[in-house]
């Protein structure tokens, strides 16, 4: 779609590409992309809201996440709207008739306000998914440096180990642990952690989705090894810590970049699917998951409590699956190709990656 | 029983009961000894329930789901009448020939067993498989054997777990079986229509056989078992050929068996009855669901049933911060009853006392009227120095939400809460345990196991009901006073003097306040347009019985 558009416009003048370095250079191709741009305008969006959750829930909802309204009335206008009905039924969307409380309507009969819990569960999911992807992302690249660059016996132990990883069945296990754990915590060594910690799930995340970005990244160690500039700096002299972080991993950095922010994505889905089950985050912490599981309960009464947790899970997955896709485009020397082939503008010279 | 557990017992009782009961149950519970004979014979029954019982064994089951699922497989000495309202709260022989003789002031029974019964793996019953049975309980820490120490002996069994129970003779050859206690105690014929002392064949492993549940006496058997799955149950097949010729008053029912299904979503449960995938489901349907279900299915596919039940959150006594009084009174006004009846949505009627309405000793009382100010006022004033605690429900809604506002009110209060919210299968199983670290405060009911206060005083408040595993004392409160009122309460035949006995202790109780009660509630029957819901028979403490049902022609 953007290509098309992009092409009916008149190239850049050549002048001011010359001389670009190669992130200058991925950030215009990725500028270009203007869909990728829209989804992270929208991702930096979902992220704006959720950041203000402290605002909202201080100064329109006056309520916290978890604070309880069960017998509280609502007064809109000359009516009087209870917040549990004593059948049970949770108050609906009040949009902005009460100035803003109960915007989306309670979340249960525990009358708990549905917007206040959806900003602070995107925190949480949120917070789950960078923070795994940040550990998986470490993992995954000292992992996959080690093996693709040492061979032998150290690439097949992590090879197979990785490849054992990624052939379980990661949910269930990981429910298997998440439930497990809610009652005692984990124990791994000196480290303690405490039932309910969100740690548990960014831990069973970060374990069961490092194959995911471990597997590409030795693929391509085991590619870049081959490089006449790693046998030069060997014959220099470098040791075996220099080539890896030296050498090696900037040439990864694109690829790290892009599966970082995939990854992200893909942790937000697995701690959505082990709140949802009971084995991520812990009630009565809001997560986005943990919201569709209450929601569920009341899905042919109240749909929205289950659908809007929903598609706040969808845009932000959308969102940066986009994003990732766009960076990739943008940062994979062999999408030029592409990137001409659609926008009929050429590449600078000298500017490749 | 806790958990919807509870309770067996039998309907019962008295006349208040009686009127509740007729009043419930959409109107003309006519069916009194089961299976109308109006229905289709046989067909096998598609059961659901949302939790797996805690035990699929007789001496270890504690819980409503357990005592629903084996209370027609299982058949005690004494049992209870297939029948509801006060007619099904009477206590008639199962086992045994006829009702015991007491003697010796009260102090000694005797029983003969009815010739010819047999066992589903064919094997004879014998007078002296009900001493292994007791014994069976003790060694296996059965949360059932309180009730039987007051058997000369048993104490010290209980302890040793050897040398066998002086207290019980047993006559192979006559069937006699005589049973000394220790000092009288008023509700022994009750206790011995429980579940917990059925007879099993000597030699049963003392070990949980919820996997591979032991041979039973009663028209039907569990011929599957899959713990946290469901189970399967068919006619036992020395029910027609020998047992129900010796136990004539005993219904044999109409179906062929059943197939139980543990569905743990409660919205699938209801979309499965409505579709005909189930025919009957244990538990109400979900809180969302049940006023829509009620409209639509009232008299043809659903029923109303009363309990005598007390929904509870218990505090550890013996430990910071609750062993204090004052925090326990400063968590009663702050538990406000009128928000969880909405939490229940209606289906509790707010109280706070330990007896429910209904129950023979029951005086409304109210030492607690919620007032959050004071509830601060008075922890200020006890300045507890840990407040650091660990809040414990389980995963069965709304109980799971009960959990949540009693922790909200907790956090309200100033203290620093943990939520522990565990798989409703074993929840009494982890929290009866006294090595599970945490056990500070939680959600818990108890449903009646036969009809006298005692059954809510001595299994959950007595320091003899304090056990190491399978405890149903969650409180952990003994006091001293209060326990010997107890057992003196206990050895005595339920009058009015006895009734007042009982509201006096339900006060002593409420103001050391080891509990916030907050509610009775209500159950319900909710079948499949396939069945025929005017046979069935529904016992607040066994459930539905099995015998009672019948397919629509």
């Given at each position: 779609m953007n290509s098309t558009n992009r092409a009916a416009e008149p190239a850049e003048p050549e002048s001011g590409s010359a001389g670009y370095g190669p992130w200058r250079l991925a950030l215009r191709r990725f500028l270009r992309n203007r869909v990728a741009v829209a989804f992270l305008v929208l991702f930096f969006l979902i992220v704006a809201f959720v950041l203000a959750a402290p605002l909202w829930a201080?100064?329109?909802?006056?309520?916290?996440?978890?604070?309880?309204?069960?017998?509280?009335?609502?007064?809109?206008?000359?009516?009087?709207?209870?917040?549990?009905?004593?059948?049970?039924?949770?108050?609906?969307?009040?949009?902005?008739?009460?100035d803003g409380r109960f915007f989306l309507g309670a979340d249960s009969r525990l009358g708990r306000d549905e917007m206040v819990r959806l900003m602070y569960g995107g925190r949480t999911s949120l917070l789950i998914a960078f923070v795994s992807g940040l550990i998986t992302t470490f993992l995954a690249v000292v992992l996959g440096l080690l093996a693709g660059y040492y061979r032998g016996w150290v690439d097949a132990v992590i090879a197979r180990t990785l490849d054992v990883l990624w052939s379980l069945p990661v949910l269930l296990i990981g429910i298997a642990i998440g439930t497990a754990s809610a009652l005692g915590g984990i124990g791994i060594g000196p480290l303690h952690l405490e039932g309910g910690s969100i740690w548990i799930p960014i831990l069973i995340i970060s374990i069961f989705y490092t194959p995911y970005v471990a597997r590409p990244i030795r693929g391509e160690v085991l590619s870049l090894a081959e490089k006449e500039f790693v046998e030069?700096?060997?014959?220099?002299?470098?040791?075996?810590?220099?080539?890896?972080?030296?050498?090696?991993?900037?040439?990864?950095?694109?690829?790290?970049?892009?599966?970082?922010?995939?990854?992200?994505?893909?942790?937000?889905?697995?701690?959505?699917?082990?709140?949802?089950?009971?084995?991520?985050?812990?009630?009565?912490?809001?997560?986005?998951?943990?919201?569709?599981s209450i929601g569920e309960e009341l899905l042919t009464t109240q749909p929205l409590l289950a659908i809007i947790p929903g598609v706040m899970i969808m845009l932000t997955v959308l969102s940066l699956n986009m994003v990732g896709d766009g960076l990739r485009d943008a940062l994979d020397p062999r999408s030029k190709v592409r990137f001409e082939a659609k926008t009929g503008i050429a590449e600078p010279e000298g500017a490749a990656v | 029983m806790k958990k919807v557990r509870a309770a067996i017992a039998v309907l019962a009782f008295a006349a208040v009961t009686a009127l509740a009961l007729a009043s419930c149950g959409g109107g003309g519970d006519s069916t009194s000894g089961g299976g109308g004979g109006e229905g289709k014979q046989g067909g096998t029954l598609n059961i659901t329930y949302a939790s797996f019982p805690d035990y699929m064994d007789p001496q270890l089951s504690y819980t409503q789901e357990g005592w629903s699922a084996m209370g027609e497989v299982y058949i005690p000495l004494l049992t209870y009448k297939r029948a509801e309202g006060a007619e099904g709260a009477e206590v008639i022989p199962g086992l045994a020939k006829e009702m015991p003789k007491i003697s010796n002031g009260g102090k000694t029974y005797t029983l003969f067993l009815r010739p010819g019964l047999k066992y589903s793996n064919g094997k004879p019953v014998k007078?002296?498989?009900?001493?292994?049975?007791?014994?069976?309980?003790?060694?296996?820490?059965?949360?059932?054997?309180?009730?039987?120490?007051?058997?000369?002996?048993?104490?010290?069994?209980?302890?040793?777990?050897?040398?066998?129970?002086?207290?019980?003779?047993?006559?192979?050859?006559?069937?006699?079986?005589?049973?000394?206690?220790?000092?009288?105690?008023g509700t022994f014929s009750n206790e011995l229509g429980l579940m917990f002392v059925a007879p099993v064949p000597q030699g049963t492993p003392n070990e949980d056989l919820s996997a591979s549940?032991?041979?039973?006496?009663?028209?039907?058997?569990?011929?599957?078992?899959?713990?946290?799955?469901?189970?399967?149950?068919?006619?036992?097949?020395?029910?027609?050929?020998?047992?129900?010729?010796?136990?004539?008053?005993?219904?044999?029912?109409?179906?062929?068996?059943?197939?139980v299904t543990v569905v743990r979503n409660p919205q699938t449960q209801v979309n499965d009855i409505e579709q005909g995938k189930y025919d009957y489901m244990e538990n109400p349907p979900p809180a969302d669901r049940y006023t829509d279900v009620k409209e639509k299915f009232e008299g043809t596919q659903f029923r109303i049933e009363p309990t005598i039940s007390t929904y509870y959150f218990w505090m550890n006594t013996k430990k910071a911060p609750f062993d204090d009084p004052k925090v326990r009174q400063a968590v009663n006004y702050a538990v406000d009853p009128a928000a969880l009846e909405r939490v229940y949505s209606g289906q509790i009627k707010g109280t706070q006392q330990i007896l429910p309405p209904g129950m023979p000793g029951y005086e409304k009382f109210e030492l607690?009227?919620?007032?959050?100010?004071?509830?601060?006022?008075?922890?200020?004033?006890?300045?507890?120095?840990?407040?650091?605690?660990?809040?414990?429900?389980?995963?069965?809604?709304?109980?799971?939400?009960?959990?949540?506002?009693?922790?909200?009110?907790?956090?309200?209060?100033?203290?620093?809460?943990?939520?522990?919210?565990?798989?409703?299968?074993?929840?009494?199983?982890?929290?009866?345990?006294?090595s599970t670290p945490d056990l500070d405060t939680g959600w818990s009911d108890w449903y009646q196991d036969y009809p006298h206060p005692n059954d809510f005083f001595q299994p959950l408040l007595s320091g003899e009901s304090i056990l190491q595993t399978n405890n149903g004392n969650f409180a952990n409160i003994s006091d001293p006073q209060l326990n010997k009122e107890i057992t003196e309460l206990g050895e005595e035949q339920l009058g009015s003097e006895q009734e007042d006995g009982y509201k006096e202790l339900d006060k002593k109780y409420m103001e050391l306040a080891p509990w916030a009660p907050y509610g009775t509630r209500t159950l319900s029957t909710f079948v499949s347009s396939a069945i025929n819901l005017e046979s069935v028979i529904y016992s607040p403490t066994f459930g539905a019985y099995l015998s009672s049902f019948e397919f629509n022609e």
């Open positions: 201080d100064h329109v909802a006056h309520t916290g996440p978890n604070e309880t309204h069960t017998l509280q009335k609502l007064h809109v206008g000359g009516e009087v709207r209870e917040v549990v009905t004593p059948e049970g039924k949770p108050i609906g969307p009040q949009w902005f008739e009460a030069s700096a060997i014959a220099q002299g470098a040791g075996p810590l220099r080539v890896m972080f030296g050498e090696l991993l900037p040439n990864l950095a694109s690829t790290i970049v892009v599966f970082f922010a995939l990854n992200i994505a893909n942790n937000l889905l697995f701690e959505s699917a082990l709140s949802f089950l009971g084995a991520g985050v812990q009630p009565p912490n809001s997560s986005w998951g943990t919201m569709i | 007078a002296s498989d009900f001493p292994y049975a007791v014994e069976r309980l003790f060694k296996v820490n059965s949360g059932g054997s309180p009730f039987y120490t007051s058997i000369v002996g048993a104490e010290k069994f209980a302890e040793t777990k050897q040398g066998g129970i002086p207290g019980i003779k047993t006559n192979d050859k006559t069937g006699e079986i005589q049973i000394e206690l220790e000092k009288p105690r549940p032991p041979p039973s006496t009663g028209p039907y058997t569990i011929t599957k078992s899959q713990p946290g799955r469901g189970w399967e149950v068919e006619r036992n097949p020395y029910w027609d050929k020998a047992n129900s010729k010796a136990m004539p008053d005993l219904e044999s029912g109409t179906i062929d068996g059943a197939k607690y009227p919620h007032d959050m100010e004071k509830a601060k006022e008075l922890l200020k004033e006890a300045h507890p120095s840990d407040m650091d605690i660990t809040v414990w429900t389980d995963t069965e809604s709304p109980n799971n939400e009960a959990g949540e506002y009693y922790e909200g009110v907790l956090k309200e209060l100033g203290f620093d809460t943990k939520l522990k919210i565990l798989n409703a299968d074993n929840y009494f199983t982890v929290i009866g345990n006294q």
